[in-house]
């Protein structure tokens, strides 16, 4: 149980820290490398809260993940499903495919598997 809640606290600070970074920063950096790289970090911890025992694959299950949904933004995701006029599912889904992204969401992935590498041998 006690894993869970420090799960929890980790997604809900996360997903509040991708909302300021989405709200309130408009740069060439942070919004766009450090935020996609988080968006992978918050979706492990979310994932973490439900799976509270480490799973060695599991960062690069969210990273397939990532890309996945970076590569249905290739093909307009927004468009297809007819949401191009909701702002939070634009936000959401994303609008425009970028290899970028896929990169930031590796550096996501790793960093998660080395974090949970490290806490393990502690």
């Keep these: 149980m006690k ?6 606290v980790l997604t809900i600070l996360l997903l509040m820290v991708e909302v300021m970074i989405a709200l ?5 950096i942070v919004r766009p490398y450090i935020g996609d790289m988080l968006v992978v ?5 979310f994932i973490r809260i439900w799976i509270p025992d480490a799973l060695r694959l599991l960062p690069l299950y969210v990273f397939l993940f990532a890309t996945g949904v970076e590569i249905l ?3 307009n995701l927004v468009e297809l499903l007819g949401v191009s006029d909701n702002r939070f599912l634009r936000i959401l889904l994303g609008t425009s495919f970028d290899w970028k992204d896929i990169l930031c969401y590796a550096a996501g992935a790793v960093l998660v598997w080395a974090v949970e ?3 393990r041998h502690l």
């Excluded at 894993?3 to 929890?8: A, E, L, N, T």
């Excluded at 309130?24 to 060439?28: A, I, L, M, Q, S």
């Design 41 to 45: 970090v918050v979706i492990y911890t």
């Design 73 to 75: 933004q290739y093909f």
């Design 3 to 8: 894993k869970r809640v420090i799960y929890i």
């Design 24 to 28: 309130f920063v408009h740069d060439r």
């Design 117 to 119: 590498r490290k806490i």
